[in-house]
């Protein structure tokens, strides 16, 4: 298959190209700015007026990863419509386009955030969507408006909708975490009883090679994971194990934990740390027979074999 990949110079861009080019596709990797990557094509930010269709002639498939993701601390005045400038209309001119071009499928990565900022019980692709924040909300408004293109013109959609993604490359909050723990600093975080779905980028890109590949991925969306739902402090200890160091933890009751994040103004990262999210991955196992190449424990060695 000829697939493209847009945010092909991202972190799960480039090893989702590389992946595919293992499996014998031809990639067309789409970057915002020139990169260095082979056959890139440069197309700049990213609209409502992009001009797609001679990027996208004679491909089977594309894979839509570009966005604007999630900044923490974010101090634009009308967030909403930054994201979705990018993340919705710019998704959904591209969809048309993609659909003019007759490309067959379009894969669209989403987020977790879609069903929620989690809770006690798992979540699953029937629950009903509740976006909180624009990121989330951008990207929800998204998945609606590509499903009723594709209902209008019969091109596939294929929604995704992962978790936090670590592995090689990893920055922002689990490479901090990796960079505590290996200093051996006390965290302050043993007494949190949670569950948290994580997504290792090895399996990430398997799963939206299967969901482009298989024909009965056509009209779904799934949530995918690793599999292996851990506790906050499970994780800080895997991430020891991973490093061969000892993982540093202070019982502090959550009650504690949540005051301070309330005086520090950082209740929504305390939160976070203290809450649980958590999917059901049921779906995409069953339907396509997908399972994850990889285990957690192998990921994490991953991650940091990398980040050393």
């Known amino acids: 298959m000829k697939i493209a990949v847009t945010g092909a110079a991202g972190f799960v861009g480039r090893a989702l190209c590389s992946d595919l080019q ?49 900044v923490m601390d974010d101090t634009a005045q009308d967030q909403l419509s930054l994201y979705r400038s990018t993340n919705t209309e710019a998704t959904l001119n591209l969809a048309r386009q993609a659909a003019e071009a007759g490309v067959k499928r379009f894969a669209f990565i989403s987020t977790i955030k879609v069903n929620g900022e989690g809770r006690d019980a798992p979540y699953r692709e029937s629950d009903a969507a509740a976006p909180e924040d624009a990121y989330a909300i951008s990207k929800w408004e998204a998945e609606q408006g590509l499903l009723r293109i594709a209902q209008e013109t019969g091109m596939e959609a294929v929604i995704l909708r992962p978790p936090l993604v670590y592995g090689p490359g990893v920055k922002a909050n689990f490479l901090r975490l990796m960079r505590t723990v290996e200093r051996g600093w006390p965290l302050p975080l043993g007494a949190i009883r949670n569950r948290r779905s994580l997504l290792y980028l090895g399996n990430f890109v398997d799963a939206i090679r299967v969901c482009v590949e298989h024909p009965d991925a056509a009209g779904q969306t799934f949530l995918v994971d690793d599999g292996q739902p851990v506790s906050t402090p499970e994780l800080i200890r895997g991430v020891a194990r991973a490093m061969g160091r000892p993982a540093r933890l202070l019982a502090v009751p959550v009650t504690g934990l949540e005051l301070a994040g309330m005086l520090l103004g950082k209740r929504a990262a305390v939160a976070r740390l203290t809450g649980s999210l958590f999917v059901d991955s049921t779906l995409i196992r069953t339907r396509l027979g997908w399972t994850p190449p990889y285990s957690m424990e192998a990921g994490l060695a991953a991650t940091v074999a990398s980040a050393k």
């Open 22 to 70: 293992a499996k014998d596709h031809v990639v067309v990797p789409i970057v915002r700015r020139a990169c260095g990557l082979s056959h890139e094509v440069v197309v700049g930010d990213i609209g409502a007026a992009t001009d797609w269709h001679a990027v996208l002639a004679g491909c089977d498939a594309l894979v839509h990863l570009a966005a604007r993701v999630h």
